[in-house]
């Protein structure tokens, strides 16, 4: 067995069941190797942007790692964007990545670069292969490191000679270790202040807002009227109707502020700090006021599950007390000229259940969770590392995971055009993907950050750099070309309408809203 | 005058005539002082892997720096194949990064990343700018270490408040150091093989390809029976009727073998010993025969046109000697079916005179630089390290460097995809490009490897990772979406008619080959 068949078959032993990958000539035998993997879904990308980026969606809603497998360091660094943005999301993932035969490095070819180097900003494992010989252990290793909690990017780096010499040996299924129960003084130090009377929020991250964990922080805030929060660099939550009812943070600083200023004490589950995505010359990057009392009931890599269990133990809230729940409620589909609260009641009218959306309409979409909660029970994943370019491909590994549910990619012209191969990958594969492309025309974000430092509004040539209107990009061509059927809407009734045959016809669609 | 402006009036006072970028919130300081900066041009591209594959193609035809100003690590991450390409080719580039203003790095918002890191990998130069006060400095500096030959990557990051503060300093123009011309002891050496009577080649890079050096070497070659070789990995080589005859060494390994089997002497001017892209099992990775003495004539780094004048006049060829020179040569305009060689045809018959072309049509492309070297004069860039997706973004950067002069950008649908929204930019910009798309629906390089690996043919799963034509890409929709105008073509008059109307008309035109 060559040192690749080891590889894979070690992959596929420990439950990676998906490859997502943009191969190239030094990784041909992993690639001869998977053709026998059957167990293994492999998925095609056109830009290694789609591959991490499909990966992270695949990690957050299987939450175990899929594999990339990725062309030495350039094809690595296309990927790092959204590297970047599993690595922040604490998702598990395991990236392949092919390096020249050992002999053949002396020669400095023209693709030979640090792939070590290249990793190691994006991931907290990095490890070249030594030999054929090491590579199925190698590979075990690098799932354990990327299963180890909250959840890590481990990069494998493997030169082309281990994986073709003989000599492979498929390595035993690894052992996870278990994430660690955070201290009974700091269980002890959450109850006293659940207790205490004041404004207090439970701030989530992670598996705290998925199923149990939720359920077990939706009872506390039931018993204790604490508020449940998540952070706007969002993971995966569940919501919707009869789910706990969460709040997340807004990005706009004076809404993130208004939000948190009416509690006293906050408790982290999992979660950072809550602070700016950017300094501002005027003002502090915290967000939090100066008299809340802040307190990590569990750290990132911490039983966040166990510390909520622990902490209703410790307030003596049982296990069937009742759960702070959204009411199930729908708005009419809504009628006339686009809107963006139009648009936001129209999705949140027409949600199937189940329903996993995928939010990177940065601007535009802002009003869309808040329609929302209390739609049918559906999952929500954000952009958690801030580069944006996340939605379509996280939408690709969203889709992968979750065959029998639809998949709603809300995206936008600006955050879009980064990553607008993972299309493509969508069509190929059949992917129930509905994705809406918000169409206004600019980087709405940046000319609101431009004109927030008080420096005048952007001359003409600085003007020119935040707008992307001319020429105009058609949303419904580049779907088509492909191979993503799609239309353009131009008001609320016809959005209704593309949503619904989206999430009820086969494949994906692409609704271009200009606004 | 805050940091921004300083640095950027250094940047325009030292001729760093454009701005390639795609800026975010912490470079909007950078972009108010772009506005008032009139002398640069600012180009605006919808993902990063364009802003550097524009700055290289610039560099090319220039032979100073553009600037690009990217958007933290990720934006870094995201132009980093093709800044590892811009590296290769030895082309001078000065990147401005954005960094979080230094007293918000303590937060580890969710942008923050190891800057510095990402780049070295692809950066001859990095450095963090400390205050405003110095960031003139540093801009200077690293027009230094960009244009030290034989031409670098220099990384320049900037902290938000470095770029906000008051108290920037433009710097003074620097003083750019001489490239050394090698010892006499290697020029004598390399007279001494020449004089020799063996078959020798000379094998060119970087400005040894370019007018005068070339030139020089011309006359070397007539009067010495040399050839004249560039790498396939190629900058820039000017070419055509009336200029010196130069062969590129070919991709593939048996070819190139062939080619250098008949030279017993090899001299290098600033290039590289000739060695495959990958190592293969079975096979040694160097191309020329084990009895060929190699000889650097000139490192790179070292004076070219001064190290082959120096030959010149060892061996006593006076300035207006007799150059070896391509002799004037059309194929008349070829009819019928789509072939391979008809397409060169049909390019060589219609090439304008001062055309530029950019060559990455991997597969397909392979016999368009043989047919077109009796075309009107023009220059061919290449792909330098190995990294695809680099025509469509070089191809941006030549046609805003020469604004008169007509680009021909030779791409296929797999490399197109990495970075297709270049096209984008040529449109906004109405850039004269006219584009080929060589459409194979497949990653032919990737069948070809994996054929040659002795393994079998690929089995239906691997064959799947190779195959790019389900869904097939419609190009014409693709250019039309970013605003791009084009046709697809199915007999070689169509494309001859296709292309001379692309040289004829204003802006961007594509032209989808079907193969």
């Given at each position: 067995m060559n040192g690749a068949e080891s590889l894979v078959r070690t992959l596929a032993a420990a439950e990676v069941g998906a490859c997502f990958t943009n191969p190239g000539t030094s990784e041909m035998h992993i690639v001869a190797a998977l053709d026998r993997a059957t167990q293994m879904r492999c998925v095609l990308g056109l830009f290694e942007g789609v591959v991490t980026g499909a990966a992270d969606g695949y990690a957050r809603m299987v939450e175990k790692p899929a594999c990339t497998l990725l062309h030495l360091g350039p094809g690595l660094a296309n990927g790092g964007a959204n590297l970047h943005n599993a690595r922040r999301a604490h998702v598990p993932m395991v990236n392949i990545v092919g390096q020249h035969a050992t002999a053949h490095l002396?020669?400095?070819?023209?693709?030979?670069?640090?792939i070590e180097g290249i990793a190691r900003p994006f991931s907290n494992w990095v490890r070249t292969s030594r030999a054929s010989s090491e590579l199925g252990r190698d590979a075990a290793e690098a799932i354990v490191a990327a299963r180890t909690a909250p959840g890590q990017i481990a990069t494998l780096i493997v030169p082309a000679d281990a994986a073709w010499n003989d000599g492979g040996a498929i390595a035993a299924k690894p052992m996870i270790p278990k994430a660690p129960l955070p201290s009974n003084e700091s269980i002890n130090r959450a109850a006293s202040m659940l207790r205490a009377g004041l404004p207090t929020a439970l701030l989530l991250a992670g598996g705290a807002l998925h199923s149990e964990g939720l359920a077990a922080a939706g009872r506390i805030a039931a018993a204790t009227d604490a508020r449940l929060l998540a952070p706007?660099?969002?993971?995966r939550v569940q919501r919707g109707a009869g789910l706990p009812s969460v709040q997340r943070i807004p990005y706009i600083h004076e809404q993130a502020v208004d939000l948190l200023k009416g509690f006293r004490q906050l408790i982290l589950?999992?979660?950072?700090v809550p602070v700016d995505y950017f300094a501002h010359?005027?003002?502090?990057?915290?967000?939090?006021?100066?008299?809340c009392e802040i307190h990590a009931l569990a750290k990132p890599g911490e039983d966040y599950l166990g510390a909520l269990d622990a902490l209703s133990a410790a307030l003596s809230i049982g296990n069937n007390a009742p759960i702070l729940a959204e009411k199930a409620e729908r708005p009419p589909a809504p009628a006339g000229e686009i809107t963006l609260p139009g648009l936001a009641a129209a999705i949140a009218a027409v949600l199937p259940d189940g329903a996993i959306v995928v939010d990177e309409a940065m601007t535009s979409g802002r009003g869309i969770m808040a329609a929302t909660k209390g739609a049918p029970p559906h999952d929500w994943l954000g952009?958690?590392?801030?580069?944006?370019?996340i939605a379509l491909p996280l939408a690709v590994g969203a889709a992968v995971a979750c065959r029998t549910r639809r998949v709603l990619c809300l995206t936008a012209d600006g955050s879009g055009?980064?990553?607008?191969?993972?299309l493509w990958t969508m069509a190929r594969e059949g992917l129930n993907v509905t994705n809406v492309v918000f169409a206004n025309r600019t980087y709405a974000v940046l000319q609101r950050e431009f004109l927030g430092l008080g420096i005048g509004a952007p001359g003409p040539r600085a003007a020119e750099l935040l707008d992307i209107g001319r020429p105009t990009l058609d949303w419904v061509q580049l779907g088509k070309g492909m191979g993503v059927p799609g239309s353009r809407v131009t008001s609320l009734e016809a959005f209704a309408k593309a949503l619904t045959q989206g999430f009820e016809g086969d494949g994906p669609t692409l609704i271009e809203v200009p606004l």
């Open positions: 002396q020669y400095d070819a023209p693709l030979t670069s640090d706007y660099p969002l993971t589950v999992g979660a950072a010359p005027d003002r502090s990057s915290e967000l939090t006021p100066p008299d952009n958690t590392g801030g580069s944006i370019g055009m980064y990553t607008a191969q993972a």
